[in-house]
């Protein structure tokens, strides 16, 4: 019997235990558990599950990692892009209650907004393009730098920020495989520390990446 670990949030389905919660008897195998079989803790699908190989996956930095790692000279960011990196750098700082750089840095985040180009015509294949291009080669540049300036802060968000693309990643394809009637059924909510959105009935009580207590978790409201 195998186990199959989610990416997500780190849940283990046991082939041996089965998930009797969900109607699968133990010593289901793993082909024969349903598609439409979602983690039980994040809702993540069940192609973000993987083998797990006896911890051997455990790694999530590179082995190159070195004190040189930089990141690349010519790398550019859009206004918008470094509208959200302030904003998120605005909050940060509130979590450390040093308000007065969190209102420098909300000061940023709203001069690059107005910068930004507004996207009147949002493209799902752009989307995906580049949150594909975040998990195959953005999150493995950035780990190597942390790791190479033993950041353990800058580790630990990277960590929650890959998985939090994982989950954004099994949703966008729910929804390309025109399963978009979940979300017609169920309630959003968006972790207000990790960026973790979770689709259910209620909230979780603790979000499943960065283990904050449910009420840190926001409801998406809807519009008319």
């Known amino acids: 019997m195998k186990k199959y670990i989610c990416s997500v949030c780190g849940y283990i389905y046991d082939e041996a235990s089965g998930y009797p919660e969900g109607n699968i008897p133990p010593g289901t195998v793993w082909a024969d558990v349903p598609s439409s079989f979602v983690c039980p803790l994040c809702g993540a699908s069940k192609a973000e599950f993987n083998e797990n190989e006896n911890e051997k996956a455990k790694p999530a930095v590179s082995s190159t990692s070195d004190s040189h790692a930089s990141l690349p000279e ?67 540049m950035a780990n190597d730098v942390a790791a190479g300036q033993h ?34 059924e169920k309630n959003v909510y968006v972790c207000d520390i990790c960026g973790f959105i979770y689709v259910g ?12 207590p449910g009420m840190k978790m926001t409801q998406v409201g809807r519009s008319a």
């Not at 206004?79 to 904003?87: M, T």
């Not at 507004?118 to 594909?132: A, G, H, R, V």
């Not at 968000?157 to 990643?169: C, D, G, P, Q, T």
């Not at 209620?202 to 283990?211: G, S, T």
Request: proline share 3%; hydrophobic share 40%.
């Open 201 to 212: 009935d209620e909230k979780p009580e603790i979000c499943p990446v960065c283990k904050v």
């Open 151 to 184: 950041d353990r802060g800058a580790l630990r968000a990277l960590k929650w920020a890959e998985k939090v693309s994982l989950m954004i990643r099994s949703l966008l394809n729910k929804v390309e495989s025109g399963k978009a009637d979940f979300l017609k």
């Open 74 to 140: 010519d790398i550019s960011y859009t206004a918008a892009e470094l509208s959200a990196l302030f904003s998120n750098l605005a909050k940060g700082c509130e979590k450390q209650y040093d308000s007065e750089m969190a209102d420098l840095y909300k000061e940023l985040a709203a001069y690059y907004n107005l910068k930004s180009e507004k996207i009147n015509k949002p493209d799902f294949e752009s989307l995906k393009s580049l949150l594909q291009n975040d998990l195959s080669t953005h999150f493995a």
